[in-house]
Structures are given as C-alpha cells and as structure tokens.
C-alpha cells in the first residue's frame, strides 16, 4: 500500500511525484497484470524456461564482442 504524506510548504505537483514513483518502486502495476487472468502452471514453466535461454544467449553475444 502506497502512502504519501505531506509535509509543510509541499505542493501537490510534488506530492503527485512521490506518490508516482512509490507505486512504480512497489511494482504494483505489473503484479495487477499477472494476477488478472489465470495462467497453468506448465505455462508459467514455459514462459520461465524461454527468459532463461534469452539471457543465456544475450551473454554469450555480448562476450564475442570485443571493445577496443
């Protein structure tokens, strides 16, 4: 739960701005999205195992190339 409190002399323009980036440090948005619809497990394995082989693959092209 994200609470913003104000302090003296604080605009509401500032107070918008800390609310904003609090809701987007706790990540509420994205967990929202996961838990609107039901995924299978075995869906979840899936889309797990395909992050893994794009991270494994970005590593092995980032060390081939060679910076100067």
């Known amino acids: 739960m994200v609470v913003v409190t104000k302090k ?40 797990e195992e395909k992050e893994r082989l794009k991270k494994r693959h970005q590593k092995r092209f980032y060390r081939r190339i060679k910076y100067d």
């Open 8 to 47: 003296k002399g604080e605009s509401k323009d500032s107070l918008f701005r800390k609310f904003t980036r609090a809701f987007i440090d706790e990540d509420i948005i994205n967990t929202l999205k996961k838990k609107q619809f039901y995924k299978r497990p075995s869906l979840m394995r899936k889309e």
